[in-house]
Nanobody, 126 residues
């Protein structure tokens, strides 16, 4: 099992940027796909972005495509989510999650992921 810790959230204004980090410990995350999800109050957890274990492939929700970028540094055991042109509707708790088996491709379904961080709050003011 891997422990994941998200950081980098905060309060920003519309149009600004944030970079979220997902730090893994307990085992190397280099062979595991990772997803980013978010959950706003009263809403279901929704897919934001995901990245293959190698970093060579990324997938994005339509709502963030072109504004967010997911990338990873396997040597540092970290995954990042660069968020540009933030909008009030991006306000949510953001989570990173890892699949439970090496080499699996990522997925948009939260239930597909075995290990989750505690989340980091992102608030975008208008």
């Amino acid at each position: 099992q891997v422990q994941l810790v998200e950081s980098g959230g905060g309060l920003v204004q519309t149009g600004e940027s944030l970079r979220l980090s997902c730090t893994a410990s307990g085992r190397t995350i280099g062979s595991y796909a990772v997803g980013w999800f978010r959950q706003a109050p009263g809403e279901d957890r929704e897919f934001v972005a995901s990245i293959s274990w190698s970093g060579g492939n990324q997938w994005y929700a339509d709502s963030v495509n072109g504004r967010f970028t997911v990338f990873r540094d396997n040597a540092k055991n970290m995954v990042y989510l660069q968020m540009n042109s933030l909008q009030p509707e991006d306000t949510a708790v953001y989570y990173c999650a890892a699949v439970g088996k090496e080499g699996l491709q990522p997925n948009e379904r939260p239930a597909y992921y075995d290990d989750w961080g505690q989340g980091t709050q992102v608030t975008v003011s208008s």
